[in-house]
Every structure is written in structure tokens, then in C-alpha cells.
């Protein structure tokens, strides 16, 4: 995966995390996060990777308040 973030009025950004698609443009991606937490390289379209992005930032954000 290269790492080609996405446009950035589509995400929810956290210090230290951004997704990256692969291939960023097509109606099917693969999804990272530049944090290496997240790693999602079957197939799937835009918005349920987006949706799978968010759940990782939700969840980094609770594990920060928690500790």
C-alpha cells in the first residue's frame, strides 16, 4: 500500500491516525491506518472502509481516556 491519504473531509482524524485506500479512487479499497493498527486488505467499498476507519479511531480515543 502506498501511503495515499484520503480526502480529508471524508474522515475523522486523530493525532497520529489517517486511513489510507488503496486504491483511493476506485469503488473498491483496501484500508490502513498510518499508525499501523489497522490493516484491512480485502476489498471493499469506500464507505464500510470508511465506517471500519472510524470504530479504529473511536476505539484509540476510548484506550486514551481509559489510560
Do not use: W
Amino acid at each position: 500500500m502506498t501511503a495515499t491519504p484520503t480526502d480529508p473531509q471524508e474522515t475523522d482524524f486523530h493525532p497520529g491516525h489517517t486511513p489510507i485506500l488503496e486504491p483511493p479512487e476506485g469503488p473498491d479499497s483496501a484500508l490502513a491506518c498510518i499508525c499501523g493498527g489497522l490493516l484491512d486488505l480485502t476489498p471493499g467499498p469506500k464507505p464500510a472502509k470508511m465506517a471500519r476507519y472510524r470504530l479504529h479511531v473511536e476505539e484509540v480515543r476510548r484506550e486514551a481516556i481509559l489510560n
